[in-house]
């Protein structure tokens, strides 16, 4: 007989599980699980992944704007340069990644500090990364516009030939 994954747990079950007597299952449907994968979405968001960390290798776990390094116990974040919601074909270029610390990247608790990130303050932000690498947003947006389509699965293959 197949067992359901949803089946429901005794109370027998139930009573030994909390005096520590026994496990119990926590399956996932199998069905669901499978669903979620292997969609252009699943690929391109697994090839977003490997290009951050490409990138962050490229930069040495530093951070570009303040120079706080992994090293140093801070959280390295891959930022991308062109959003990645409006410039699709461009979030899973390394190109278009840099790293950054988790603080100049989003802030968060320094939030209240006068510093700048790059999510709070986009504006400011992209002026630092003109004046840093002057053209590069251009050259990217220009190369972003010679993109038609992309196959997430092609290019996941290609990137894991990168990070290996
Ligand atoms: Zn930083």
Redo the contacts with the bound molecule.
Sequence with gaps: MKRSPLKPISAKRLKLFKEGKATIELKKSPLKKKAKKYTSSYFRKECVKLAKIIAKKRDSWK?L????TKAEGWQIHGSHILPEGTYVYMSADPENIIA??S??HVGGVWKNSKEPSWHEDPIYFAKWFEEKWPGKYEALRAKNSTIKSVNWEEKLKELKKCVA
């Design positions: 951070c704007y303040c120079g706080r950054l610390c603080r100049c």
